[in-house]
Structures are given as structure tokens and as C-alpha cells.
């Protein structure tokens, strides 16, 4: 299994960088699929998610989720915490997406 | 003995109503609409598709979830929860009941399912597959979705209520036995009001279909509305449905209190078990559970008015119903029988309650509603007062009985008054 997952990872390498702007749709793409009865358009990347919309530990679940689906990014529990708000979790996403494509 | 004869009374408080009646099924969305579709000959029967298993048909039901859900819930909870939830709070609204004053640590929540969680666990093997069954994209949604009293549980906690809730696992006995649970929680004092009936969201599986399709029980037909044809020599087998119908249950004591709108007393029922086989019914065992519901309703066979069938659709089920019911209603002169499957096919665990509920207005109207697709009735189900094709006025009816079966031999009838 793991060796499968080695084999996405070389595929979805593209050498184009992922910009931050690109992240965040990417964020707010996949908050509309865990809080469809929300509008994202006035969210504030520097407030906490909890503190704008309605959402609970599922749905920080759902965004890990979604991110592994998409990026087969694994996140680790410690780092849930980067997530907290739009602006923490393009500072962690970043890095880490910057060489990446979506695969599905 | 349950309602009690009029020999032996019983008191308000042991007596059990129907106050309020939620439901949607393929061919209505309420009370009122279901009835006008089961008197007008309207089928809710559709050409449909379904993952792995391609065409084939079913009932399919149209009722609004978002009218008491978020679009986030509806999206995290599952199909049965959004039945059961629309069911209840229309049941709620529907009998009066000062809700925002309601105490809801005296509400119990009894929901019949024939199955829950197939359809959940479906999806997710779906989605890892393309995954290359990567289990670590499994959802964690999935055991909320599938833990078997989710379709009770979600209407408990959409509805703010913190007294009992449970699913009663009863194959296709389900809706009966739902509202047997709730009335016996009711005179144990458990609850105040009970949310008692059953749901299905059956037709989302497509194991379902490919289990009574090799099992040579999954009916077919050009014409859709003609699929599901109980007693019909050329019936071919079970049009699934989904469906779901939630009845508010409260001590005749506490409705008359309120001075609710009373649809109908629980007179009698019964539940008992073939232990013969896993699919094939067994008729002695449903004359039995007839005959005990009769028994303890203080009822004679002839004081029956009308009989809501169980039956199917499937050659074996339909004759060994129609054996069961000739050897308990052979003499009666005054029963009719109907099906409310040949209009909107079998909506497993809710069957029992919607199929109740499309009758329970006979007790206004004074007409049987009629069991369609008879075009050549098999010989091996002639029933003397059978309403076939067209509804027919029978006078003024004092007592239905519902019959409600299901695989592993469980068996459930239930009796209802009407009440003056």
C-alpha cells in the first residue's frame, strides 16, 4: 500500500508551482463541500474557521480527509491545529503543496 | 389483551392513539396526497438506476429534506435518517402538539428498519476503490452513518429530543413493529409521546436488488406503474421502494387532555416467528400472529373490516398470505383486503406503517382503497371481500388490520379501532 502511495506521489509532481492564491481556492473549494449552507464570500483568512462558520471536529476531519483525497497530502493529528484558519493553513499547506497537482 | 373489550375496559392511561401521522412515499408526500394516490390508482413506481446493477425500478420518494435540514446535514447524516426526520416532524406538526413547550425527556423515538447501513458502506468501498482500496480515505463519517440506531437517532437529535430513541431491526415487520414498540413504551410510562413507525432507504443499495434478483424475487415489467402485482397470476417479484411513516403515539389520557385529533386506538397486535426458514413464510405462523392480535383485541375474524395485505408480489409469499388469511377469514363475510404494494412497491421497513397509514382514512371516507395490477387473479389467491382495481365503498369501517412480514420468519399484525 504504501508503495502504491509512493506511486501517486511521483505522478502528481508537476514542477509548477502552487501558488498561495491557488491553496486557498483549493481551501474554499472543499469548505463548500463540508458547509454547503455557508457563504464563504466575506471569510475573514485571519479569523478562525469555528469563529465564522459552523463547524465542528467532523468537519476539520472532513478537510484532512479532503486534502488526502485530493493531494494524497497525510497530515498528522499534531498539526490539526494549523488549520485553525484560512491564513495558518496556507502558512502550513504551502510548503508542502507547492510542487503538487490535484489526482482526483 | 391491549385496547381492552367492553367487558373489561381499560383505563385512559393503558389506551394508546394516533394523534399525528408524518410520511412520505413514491406517490405522496402526506397523509392527505398518499390517500388521493391509493384512490385514484396512482402508482409512484419509476424506471431507475442504481451503481453495478444498471436499470431496473423502484419507488422513489421526492419529499423535500431540506424543509427540516441544513443542507450540511443532510449531506453527514444518511438517506434513512432524512426520511425518518422528514416523517417526525411532520407527524409533530401534524398533531397539534405545543412542540416548543413539549417536554422532550418524555419523547421516545421508535424507528422500524428492515436494514440500515448498506447503503453507507456501499459508498465507501465505492469511493476507496478509486483510491486502490486505500482504507486511510475511508470516511469517518461511517460509523455514525451505519451504527444501527442512526435513522432514530438522527430525528432525536434534529428534533432537540433527549428521551429514548432506537431503531428496531424487524426486516419487512418493521413499521408494525415500530409502532408496537411505541405503544408498549407508552404504557410502561417510559415516554409521553412516542415517534413510532418506520423508514427504508433501501432503493440507495445496490445489493438489495442484486440479492432478490438472484433470488429470482425482483419484479419486472415494461410498464413500471404494472411491476409490482400482488395476487396477479403473471407477478414476478418485489419492486424495492423507500419510504418512511412516523405516527404520534400518546396515552388516550393525554390526548383526550389536549383534546387532539384521535386517527385511530390501537386495538391489538401481535409479533411471533415462524422458525422454519430464512425467506419462505410460513402460513401457519401468520394465522397464529392474526389470531393472537385478534385474540387480544377481544376481536372475532367477521369484526374485521379491513385487511391490509403484506403481500409482495413474489409467487410463493403472496399465495402462503392468502392460505393464512383464508384459514382466519374463510368465514367472514364482511372483510375486505387490499395492497398498498401494487402501488408503490415494497418499502421494506416502512412498509407496515405507510401501508397502515394509506388506510387509516377509510375510517372518514368509509371506501377500501383497492390492490392494482389484478389483471388475472391466481386462483391460489382468491380471497372472498379481495378490492380489486378499484376501490369500493364498504359503509362504515370499525376495524383495520394491519399484516407486516418479513425474512428470518418475523411476523406483525396490528389492529386499529376506530375511535368514537
Given at each position: 500500500?504504501?508503495?502504491?502511495?509512493?506511486?501517486?506521489?511521483?505522478t502528481f509532481?508537476?514542477?509548477?508551482?502552487?501558488?498561495?492564491?491557488?491553496?486557498?481556492?483549493?481551501?474554499?473549494?472543499?469548505?463548500?463541500?463540508?458547509?454547503?449552507?455557508?457563504?464563504?464570500?466575506?471569510?475573514?483568512?485571519?479569523?478562525?474557521?469555528?469563529?465564522?462558520?459552523?463547524?465542528?471536529?467532523?468537519?476539520?476531519?472532513?478537510?484532512?480527509?479532503?486534502?488526502?483525497?485530493?493531494?494524497?497530502?497525510?497530515?498528522?493529528?499534531?498539526?490539526?491545529p494549523?488549520?485553525?484558519?484560512?491564513?495558518?493553513?496556507?502558512?502550513y499547506?504551502e510548503?508542502?503543496?507547492?510542487?503538487?497537482?490535484?489526482?482526483? | 389483551?391491549?385496547?381492552?373489550?367492553?367487558?373489561?375496559?381499560?383505563?385512559?392511561?393503558?389506551?394508546?392513539?394516533?394523534?399525528?401521522?408524518?410520511?412520505?412515499?413514491?406517490?405522496?408526500?402526506?397523509?392527505a396526497?398518499?390517500?388521493e394516490?391509493?384512490?385514484?390508482?396512482?402508482?409512484?413506481?419509476?424506471?431507475?438506476?442504481?451503481?453495478?446493477?444498471?436499470?431496473?425500478l423502484?419507488?422513489?420518494?421526492?419529499?423535500?429534506?431540506?424543509?427540516?435540514?441544513?443542507?450540511?446535514?443532510?449531506?453527514?447524516?444518511?438517506r434513512?435518517?432524512?426520511?425518518?426526520?422528514?416523517?417526525?416532524?411532520?407527524?409533530?406538526?401534524?398533531?397539534?402538539?405545543?412542540?416548543?413547550?413539549?417536554?422532550?425527556?418524555?419523547?421516545?423515538v421508535?424507528?422500524?428498519?428492515?436494514?440500515?447501513?448498506?447503503?453507507?458502506?456501499?459508498?465507501?468501498?465505492?469511493?476507496?476503490?478509486?483510491?486502490?482500496?486505500?482504507?486511510?480515505?475511508?470516511?469517518?463519517?461511517?460509523?455514525?452513518?451505519?451504527?444501527?440506531?442512526?435513522?432514530?437517532?438522527?430525528?432525536?437529535?434534529?428534533m432537540?429530543?433527549?428521551?429514548?430513541?432506537?431503531?428496531?431491526?424487524?426486516?419487512?415487520?418493521?413499521?408494525?413493529?415500530?409502532?408496537?414498540?411505541?405503544?408498549?413504551?407508552?404504557?410502561?410510562?417510559?415516554?409521553?409521546?412516542?415517534?413510532?413507525?418506520?423508514v427504508?432507504?433501501?432503493?440507495?443499495?445496490?445489493?438489495?436488488?442484486?440479492?432478490f434478483?438472484?433470488?429470482?424475487?425482483?419484479?419486472?415489467?415494461?410498464?413500471?406503474a404494472?411491476?409490482?402485482r400482488?395476487?396477479?397470476?403473471?407477478?414476478?417479484?418485489?419492486?424495492?421502494?423507500?419510504?418512511?411513516?412516523?405516527?404520534?403515539?400518546?396515552?388516550?389520557s393525554?390526548?383526550?387532555?389536549?383534546?387532539?385529533?384521535?386517527?385511530?386506538?390501537l386495538?391489538?397486535?401481535?409479533?411471533?416467528?415462524?422458525?422454519?426458514?430464512?425467506?419462505?413464510?410460513?402460513?401457519?405462523?401468520q394465522?397464529?400472529?392474526?389470531?393472537?392480535?385478534?385474540?387480544?383485541?377481544?376481536?372475532?375474524?367477521?369484526?374485521i373490516?379491513?385487511?391490509s395485505?403484506?403481500?409482495?408480489?413474489?409467487?410463493?409469499g403472496?399465495?402462503?398470505?392468502?392460505?393464512?388469511?383464508?384459514?382466519?377469514?374463510?368465514?367472514?363475510?364482511?372483510?375486505?383486503f387490499?395492497?398498498?404494494?401494487?402501488f408503490?412497491?415494497?418499502?421494506m421497513?416502512?412498509?407496515?406503517?405507510?401501508?397502515l397509514a394509506?388506510?387509516?382514512?377509510?375510517?372518514?371516507?368509509?371506501?377500501?382503497h383497492?390492490?392494482?395490477?389484478?389483471?388475472?387473479?391466481?386462483?391460489?389467491?382468491?380471497?372472498?371481500?379481495?378490492?380489486?382495481?378499484?376501490?369500493?365503498?364498504?359503509?362504515?369501517?370499525?376495524?383495520?388490520?394491519?399484516?407486516?412480514?418479513?425474512?428470518?420468519?418475523?411476523?406483525?399484525?396490528v389492529?386499529?379501532?376506530?375511535?368514537?
Amino acid at each position: 500500500m504504501w508503495a502504491q502511495r509512493e506511486v501517486y506521489f511521483l505522478t502528481f509532481r508537476s514542477g509548477n508551482e502552487m501558488t498561495r492564491e491557488e491553496i486557498r481556492d483549493e481551501i474554499i473549494d472543499i469548505l463548500q463541500d463540508i458547509a454547503p449552507d455557508e457563504d464563504l464570500s466575506g471569510l475573514d483568512d485571519k479569523t478562525t474557521f469555528r469563529d465564522q462558520l459552523e463547524m465542528d471536529s467532523m468537519d476539520f476531519l472532513d478537510i484532512v480527509m479532503e486534502l488526502r483525497k485530493r493531494y494524497r497530502i497525510q497530515i498528522p493529528e499534531e498539526d490539526y491545529p494549523h488549520l485553525a484558519s484560512m491564513e495558518s493553513t496556507i502558512n502550513y499547506l504551502e510548503p508542502v503543496m507547492k510542487d503538487m497537482q490535484r489526482v482526483s | 389483551m391491549i385496547a381492552g373489550t367492553s367487558l373489561h375496559p381499560l383505563p385512559d392511561s393503558q389506551r394508546v392513539v394516533i394523534t399525528g401521522i408524518g410520511l412520505t412515499a413514491p406517490n405522496g408526500n402526506d397523509y392527505a396526497s398518499f390517500r388521493e394516490s391509493l384512490l385514484e390508482g396512482r402508482s409512484g413506481v419509476q424506471p431507475y438506476e442504481i451503481r453495478y446493477f444498471g436499470k431496473t425500478l423502484a419507488g422513489v420518494c421526492n419529499f423535500d429534506a431540506l424543509r427540516h435540514q441544513s443542507r450540511k446535514d443532510v449531506r453527514r447524516g444518511t438517506r434513512a435518517g432524512s426520511v425518518g426526520i422528514y416523517c417526525a416532524q411532520e407527524a409533530v406538526k401534524n398533531s397539534g402538539i405545543d412542540w416548543d413547550n413539549a417536554d422532550r425527556s418524555r419523547v421516545g423515538v421508535y424507528i422500524g428498519v428492515t436494514e440500515h447501513g448498506n447503503v453507507e458502506t456501499e459508498n465507501e468501498i465505492y469511493q476507496i476503490k478509486g483510491y486502490d482500496y486505500d482504507t486511510s480515505v475511508w470516511s469517518h463519517h461511517h460509523n455514525p452513518r451505519t451504527v444501527a440506531n442512526n435513522p432514530a437517532g438522527e430525528v432525536a437529535l434534529n428534533m432537540g429530543i433527549t428521551g429514548p430513541h432506537y431503531t428496531i431491526g424487524a426486516a419487512c415487520a418493521a413499521g408494525n413493529a415500530g409502532l408496537i414498540q411505541g405503544a408498549q413504551m407508552l404504557r410502561l410510562g417510559d415516554c409521553d409521546l412516542a415517534l413510532a413507525g418506520g423508514v427504508s432507504e433501501s432503493i440507495h443499495t445496490f445489493g438489495i436488488f442484486a440479492s432478490f434478483r438472484s433470488q429470482g424475487a425482483l419484479a419486472s415489467h415494461d410498464d413500471p406503474a404494472r411491476a409490482s402485482r400482488p395476487f396477479d397470476q403473471a407477478r414476478n417479484g418485489i419492486v424495492v421502494a423507500e419510504g418512511g411513516c412516523v405516527y404520534v403515539l400518546e396515552r388516550l389520557s393525554d390526548a383526550k387532555a389536549r383534546r387532539a385529533k384521535i386517527y385511530g386506538e390501537l386495538a391489538g397486535y401481535a409479533m411471533n416467528t415462524d422458525a422454519t426458514d430464512f425467506v419462505l413464510p410460513n402460513p401457519e405462523r401468520q394465522a397464529e400472529c392474526v389470531e393472537l392480535a385478534l385474540r387480544r383485541a377481544g376481536l372475532a375474524p367477521e369484526q374485521i373490516d379491513i385487511v391490509s395485505t403484506h403481500a409482495t408480489g413474489t409467487h410463493s409469499g403472496d399465495e402462503q398470505e392468502c392460505t393464512a388469511l383464508r384459514r382466519v377469514f374463510g368465514k367472514s363475510q364482511r372483510t375486505y383486503f387490499n395492497n398498498a404494494k401494487s402501488f408503490i412497491g415494497h418499502a421494506m421497513g416502512a412498509a407496515g406503517a405507510l401501508e397502515l397509514a394509506g388506510n387509516l382514512p377509510a375510517f372518514e371516507d368509509g371506501v377500501c382503497h383497492a390492490t392494482i395490477n389484478v389483471e388475472q387473479l391466481d386462483p391460489k389467491c382468491e380471497l372472498p371481500g379481495l378490492v380489486a382495481n378499484e376501490p369500493r365503498n364498504i359503509g362504515r369501517p370499525e376495524y383495520i388490520l394491519n399484516n407486516s412480514f418479513g425474512m428470518l420468519g418475523i411476523n406483525s399484525v396490528v389492529i386499529i379501532r376506530r375511535f368514537s
